[in-house]
């Protein structure tokens, strides 16, 4: 009889050392279907059905008003290959994302690294890195829209004075490398809240270790903090690409309302331009069902092949 209580006793005791806590949430399905209702039911209104009238309206031909529709099969599909605009917007939306991304994630490990070596205003540090998180993307691409026109901005005009051309509404150069400067600013601060957090789980003693063998403060980043920010770095990668896919429109929009000549033209903006703009409904839901499987896709091959190389152990 002591060894049956013995036995429960030993198994809760292991995941007790093991660091595992049993949520309860008592003996039926109710009280969890309860707490997952509400998220359940944003995900039906706000993503299964969008999602399912889109794929139904992307084998659809109607007019503006609706009143006139044809069913095409895949010709919306054909028309946006075909289509050298699409092409060139597939092009922008992928440098664009990258450039955000290798941006955002290298000056959030930068301002991270730094936040242990500040003493005196760190609060101030840390409050001046998350203000753009307050701040919505419209309003900040409007702030950078200012800091770099070429008539007023200061730094438009800092660049002129040291002889560079600088007209983002002329230049496409220009135009992608504002759209992206705006972006990632605005999203630094959500990676550094992360690479923070990771930090501060990096054992102080090994990183004490490495002091009294000689490392300075970059070897011990690079060999030791970094090597174990893998986890949080391959998160903040993935979560990088989906922001620079579906939520940089309003800065865009703002800044060079996808200008001039298509340079800035990314595909979630194009998707706005051809639905609300031209009317165009067919070919904007088929870009919609192209515009998330390629993010599908390409989180899938991130897992494939980065997911592998992280590790997760300390």
């Known amino acids: 009889m002591a060894g049956g209580f013995r036995a429960p006793v030993k198994a809760r ?7 595992l806590k049993r949520a309860n949430f008592g003996d039926g399905p109710g009280l969890p279907t309860l707490l997952l209702l509400p ?7 706000f993503f299964f059905i969008p999602s399912l009238r889109a794929l139904m309206q992307s084998v659809l031909l109607s007019d503006p008003f609706g009143t006139n529709v044809q069913f095409v099969w895949f010709d919306n599909f054909k ?5 050298s605009e699409y092409r060139q917007s597939i092009a922008v ?4 994302t990258v450039a955000q991304n290798v941006l955002t994630l290298g000056s959030a490990l930068v301002l991270a690294f730094a936040t242990d070596r500040i003493v005196r205003g760190r609060s101030i540090y840390r409050t001046i890195i998350l203000l753009p998180y307050a701040i919505a ?7 950078w829209a200012f800091l770099f026109n070429p008539a007023v901005g200061p730094l438009a005009q800092v660049l002129h004075g040291f002889g560079i051309a600088w007209d983002p509404n002329l230049n496409p150069t220009d135009a992608l490398i504002l759209v992206t ?11 550094y809240i992360f690479l923070v957090v990771g930090l501060l789980a990096v054992p102080v003693s090994l990183m004490e270790a490495a002091a009294v063998d000689g490392a300075g403060p970059i070897r ?10 893998g986890p949080t770095i391959f998160f903040l990668t993935v979560m990088n690409f989906i922001y620079g896919f579906f ?18 033209n990314i595909l979630v903006y194009k998707v706005f331009v051809d639905g609300f703009v031209n009317l165009d409904l067919g070919s904007s839901a088929a870009q919609s069902v192209l515009l998330m499987s390629f993010a599908l896709i390409c989180t899938l091959l991130q897992f494939r092949y980065f997911d592998r190389k992280v590790n997760y152990g300390v």
Do not use: N
Request: net charge neutral; with cysteine.
């Open 13 to 19: 005791r292991r995941e007790q050392e093991a660091g």
């Open 39 to 45: 998220q359940l039911l944003i995900l039906l209104f």
């Open 79 to 83: 028309m946006l290959f075909a289509s």
């Open 93 to 96: 939306t992928f440098w664009f």
């Open 137 to 143: 993307p419209a309003i900040a691409g409007i702030l």
């Open 181 to 191: 400067l705006a972006a990632s600013w605005k999203h630094i601060c959500y990676d």
């Open 220 to 229: 011990r980043f690079v060999s030791i903090a970094l090597p174990m920010l």
């Open 247 to 264: 939520e940089t429109f309003a800065i865009i929009d703002a800044v060079t309302k996808g200008g001039p000549a298509g340079a800035t």
